[in-house]
């Protein structure tokens, strides 16, 4: 049966259905078997790009999977690669990693365009100044209209199957998924604006930047999008244990209120743009996933769900006022500290006060893969197929 003819379902019909136990998936509703993946956001999905365009990411990043530093801001896998796991389709390589790892590079089944301290919006200092990725969405967005279209060329030219057996097939750009996750280092270097500009024109501009690349997505062929809303970021240890919090600016989980606040102002305004893209790209099938939610619950549960209790974090330490970075040296009153791992990382959510560790990645792409946290209930294996509304 072609996936055309299967894209289309009633919203009625979906409440109906018998969901399955400890899991939202619709039961009936075909897989949609995508053959490939294309990513695109920051450190929380980044498979090696900044990595290989800067400095190479070093010990104990990848200890607990790769048992390497494999380019990835954890101690092991990502939700992508997760999600790549799920679906049955290898990890993806990064678009500007020209080596790759054990294997070499294939972008048979797709390829990511993520960067580490990559934005929404246009950096204004560089990567040395500020840690901010040059290679912001519209970029990505760039990398993957020059990939397309050369990969095209050259596979259409290929004379031999050997020379295509590592390039995309043309015809696998409408059937493949296509997955947004960014906009959280924008919010966090908008904080120190003014409240009233972050609601009137900071955050709307964001959401558009991003319901722009979308539809630019869309008009190239791209027709099912998963898209991610921003995390709770004023629960990340790095903001929260070394900066003092009067009174009143901590909630009950002991996260930053206002910061927060702001992730859920552009989340509410994404989750807008998301189901207005349903009626402006009539071919799309687009899913809103509650990534904040996910989180959230995870931070909030931590003790329960068999994780040390947040704000503490595996990698990195504090000495006598002295930040040591996961996996870098400094003096500290002239001796030399090391910023080494905690014994268990699967026990923290945190890996280096910024990012995740795998344990925790794993069990938020369990919470968004079976569609609990998704607008429209629509598993990540369902997702080519239509919803409507919100």
């Given at each position: 049966?072609?996936?055309?003819?299967?894209?289309?379902?009633?919203?009625?019909?979906?409440?109906?259905?018998?969901?399955?136990?400890?899991?939202?998936?619709?039961?009936?509703?075909?897989?949609?078997?995508?053959?490939?993946?294309?990513?695109?956001?920051?450190?929380?999905?980044?498979?090696?790009?900044?990595?290989?365009?800067?400095?190479?990411?070093?010990?104990?990043?990848?200890?607990?999977?790769?048992?390497?530093?494999?380019?990835?801001?954890?101690?092991?896998?990502?939700?992508?690669?997760?999600?790549?796991?799920?679906?049955?389709?290898?990890?993806?390589?990064?678009?500007?990693?020209?080596?790759?790892?054990?294997?070499?590079?294939?972008?048979?089944?797709?390829?990511?365009?993520?960067?580490?301290?990559?934005?929404?919006?246009?950096?204004?200092?560089?990567?040395?100044?500020?840690?901010?990725?040059?290679?912001?969405?519209?970029?990505?967005?760039?990398?993957?209209?020059?990939?397309?279209?050369?990969?095209?060329?050259?596979?259409?030219?290929?004379?031999?199957?050997?020379?295509?057996?590592?390039?995309?097939?043309?015809?696998?750009?409408?059937?493949?998924?296509?997955?947004?996750?960014?906009?959280?280092?924008?919010?966090?270097?908008?904080?120190?604006?003014?409240?009233?500009?972050?609601?009137?024109?900071?955050?709307?501009?964001?959401?558009?930047?991003?319901?722009?690349?979308?539809?630019?997505?869309?008009?190239?062929?791209?027709?099912?999008?998963?898209?991610?809303?921003?995390?709770p970021f004023g629960c990340m240890p790095v903001s929260?244990?070394?900066?003092?919090?009067?009174?009143?600016?901590?909630?009950?989980?002991?996260?930053?209120?206002?910061?927060?606040?702001?992730?859920?102002?552009?989340?509410?305004?994404?989750?807008?743009?998301?189901?207005?893209?349903?009626?402006?790209?009539?071919?799309?099938?687009?899913?809103?996933?509650?990534?904040?939610?996910?989180?959230?619950?995870?931070?909030?549960?931590?003790?329960?769900?068999?994780?040390?209790?947040?704000?503490?974090?595996?990698?990195?330490?504090?000495?006598?006022?002295?930040?040591?970075?996961?996996?870098?040296?400094?003096?500290?009153?002239?001796?030399?500290?090391?910023?080494?791992?905690?014994?268990?990382?699967?026990?923290?959510?945190?890996?280096?006060?910024?990012?995740?560790?795998?344990?925790?990645?794993?069990?938020?792409?369990?919470?968004?893969?079976?569609?609990?946290?998704?607008?429209?209930?629509?598993?990540?294996?369902?997702?080519?197929?239509?919803?409507?509304?919100?």
């Amino acid at each position: 049966m072609r996936m055309e003819a299967l894209r289309v379902f009633s919203v009625g019909i979906l409440v109906g259905w018998v969901l399955g136990v400890g899991a939202t998936e619709v039961i009936g509703l075909p897989s949609c078997h995508f053959p490939a993946i294309y990513n695109f956001g920051d450190s929380n999905s980044d498979t090696g790009g900044m990595s290989a365009a800067f400095y190479q990411m070093v010990w104990p990043f990848g200890e607990s999977f790769f048992h390497e530093a494999a380019g990835r801001s954890s101690d092991g896998r990502l939700m992508v690669d997760f999600i790549a796991e799920h679906l049955k389709l290898p990890y993806l390589n990064a678009y500007l990693d020209s080596i790759g790892g054990k294997f070499g590079v294939s972008f048979r089944h797709g390829a990511n365009f993520a960067t580490g301290g990559a934005t929404i919006l246009r950096p204004n200092k560089t990567v040395f100044e500020s840690g901010v990725s040059p290679f912001y969405l519209d970029v990505q967005i760039a990398h993957f209209d020059q990939f397309k279209a050369r990969t095209n060329s050259l596979y259409n030219h290929a004379k031999l199957a050997s020379r295509r057996r590592k390039l995309p097939r043309p015809e696998d750009f409408p059937k493949a998924l296509y997955i947004l996750d960014i906009g959280q280092n924008d919010i966090s270097a908008g904080l120190s604006k003014p409240e009233e500009e972050l609601q009137a024109a900071y955050i709307p501009e964001l959401v558009n930047k991003l319901s722009a690349a979308v539809q630019h997505l869309y008009e190239q062929g791209g027709r099912t999008f998963w898209i991610h809303n921003t995390g709770p970021f004023g629960c990340m240890p790095v903001s929260i244990l070394y900066a003092p919090n009067p009174p009143g600016t901590l909630d009950n989980c002991g996260c930053l209120k206002y910061s927060n606040g702001i992730a859920m102002e552009f989340n509410k305004l994404l989750k807008k743009a998301v189901i207005k893209l349903r009626g402006d790209l009539p071919q799309a099938s687009l899913t809103y996933v509650d990534i904040y939610a996910a989180k959230y619950e995870l931070i909030r549960d931590a003790k329960r769900q068999g994780f040390i209790e947040p704000p503490e974090k595996c990698c990195g330490k504090r000495v006598k006022g002295v930040d040591v970075h996961c996996g870098e040296k400094a003096s500290v009153n002239g001796t030399e500290v090391y910023g080494d791992s905690c014994e268990n990382p699967s026990s923290y959510i945190s890996w280096d006060g910024v990012h995740y560790t795998e344990a925790a990645n794993h069990w938020v792409a369990n919470r968004i893969i079976k569609g609990s946290m998704s607008d429209n209930s629509l598993s990540i294996a369902q997702a080519c197929h239509m919803s409507q509304g919100s």
